[in-house]
């Protein structure tokens, strides 16, 4: 496989990844959805999806359950119809996803790509902690955040306008899922990486 992703984020390989949770405090509050979409470069050097990843979670023991994120997601953390993983399992399983990926396209280790990346990946980073998951393929602490990325391209910070002002349909009622709100923000890097290349802006 061509290796020229890895020159383009200079060894670093980008998953686009969302959670939803239990609340804003990754310390007290559970991850009970996460998803993750891998991307790959073409020919010409445009990003595209080529995999991708989604678990329910169940809460960790002793999780603070906010009943106003639990509104807002509308996710039942104890619906058996769910079909829930412990997060130890979810995160093992992407991690060795991200490893495949990272190894096949010749990267050094791998980045997060959120909107808000701050989020995500603080939820992320206590979950490792609270595994006590040894290695994770993750930079601990750089990312690449989409609402940054949009509000310097776009000028909309917010996820929908955002995506509307790229031409990404994004459906109300389907927000607030790992899996869709990872695949629209996969779909808004792309669009903004892709057309800084078109401008010009990398090789």
């Known amino acids: 496989m061509s290796n020229d992703l890895a020159a383009r984020f200079r060894g670093y390989y980008p998953v686009i990844l969302d959670v939803e949770t239990s609340g804003l405090n990754a310390q ?4 009970l959805e996460i998803a993750a ?4 470069m073409d020919e010409q050097g445009y ?3 080529v995999d991708r990843i989604h678990f329910h979670v169940a809460p960790f023991k002793g999780a603070n359950l906010d009943p106003k994120a639990i509104a807002f997601t509308g996710i039942d953390p104890f619906n058996p119809l769910r ?3 412990d997060e130890r399992k979810a995160l093992t399983e992407i991690f060795k996803m991200v490893r495949k990926h990272q190894k096949n396209n010749t990267c050094i280790r791998s980045i997060v790509v959120a909107h ?4 995500d990946q603080s939820f992320i980073n206590q979950a490792v902690l609270r595994c ?3 290695k994770t393929p993750f930079h601990p602490f750089s990312n690449f955040d989409t609402s940054a990325m949009a509000g310097l391209i776009l000028g909309q910070t917010v996820l929908a306008k955002a995506c509307q002002q790229a031409n990404i349909c994004y459906n109300q009622n ?5 899996l869709y709100d990872t695949h629209v923000t996969a779909l808004l890097f792309f669009y903004l990486v892709n057309k800084w290349k078109s401008f010009g802006g990398w090789k």
């Not at 007290?28 to 991850?31: G, L």
């Not at 979409?37 to 790959?40: C, F, L, R």
């Not at 808000?116 to 989020?119: E, L």
């Open 28 to 31: 007290t509050d559970a991850i």
């Open 37 to 40: 979409i891998m991307p790959a």
């Open 47 to 49: 990003l595209y999806e």
């Open 83 to 85: 079909g829930a993983v």
């Open 116 to 119: 808000n990346a701050g989020f």
């Open 132 to 134: 006590k998951l040894k």
């Open 174 to 178: 389907d927000a607030h899922s790992a």
